[in-house]
């Protein structure tokens, strides 16, 4: 196995993590300001579009996860194979 392809997926996996956690903090922020807009009136219209905002990002951080544990799992195999235990 190519070091530095193990490296690149490294790297990769590292960059897609800091997006997800970006993300999940997105939808943190998101879920807290909607509280506050469930208590104003005629709110229904930001509602709705923070809603459809957070379940997009939620699809998102979940595509981002499957993609980290597929890559997190190459890496492994591909070091595993190669006898090399720094994941």
């Given at each position: 196995?190519?070091?530095q392809a193990l490296e690149k997926?490294?790297?990769?996996?590292?960059?897609?993590?800091?997006?997800?956690?970006?993300?999940?903090?997105?939808?943190?922020?998101?879920?807290?300001n909607l509280g506050f807009f469930?208590?104003?009136?005629?709110?229904?219209?930001?509602?709705?579009?923070?809603?459809?905002?957070?379940?997009?990002?939620?699809?998102?951080?979940?595509?981002?996860?499957?993609?980290?544990?597929?890559?997190?799992?190459?890496?492994?195999?591909?070091?595993?194979?190669?006898?090399?235990?720094?994941?």
């Amino acid at each position: 196995t190519n070091p530095q392809a193990l490296e690149k997926l490294r790297n990769e996996r590292d960059r897609l993590k800091n997006r997800l956690d970006t993300l999940r903090q997105q939808i943190a922020l998101s879920e807290n300001n909607l509280g506050f807009f469930a208590k104003s009136k005629n709110a229904d219209a930001m509602i709705q579009g923070f809603r459809q905002k957070m379940e997009k990002q939620k699809e998102e951080a979940n595509s981002l996860q499957s993609l980290i544990n597929n890559i997190g799992k190459a890496i492994n195999e591909a070091a595993t194979a190669k006898g090399d235990k720094k994941n």
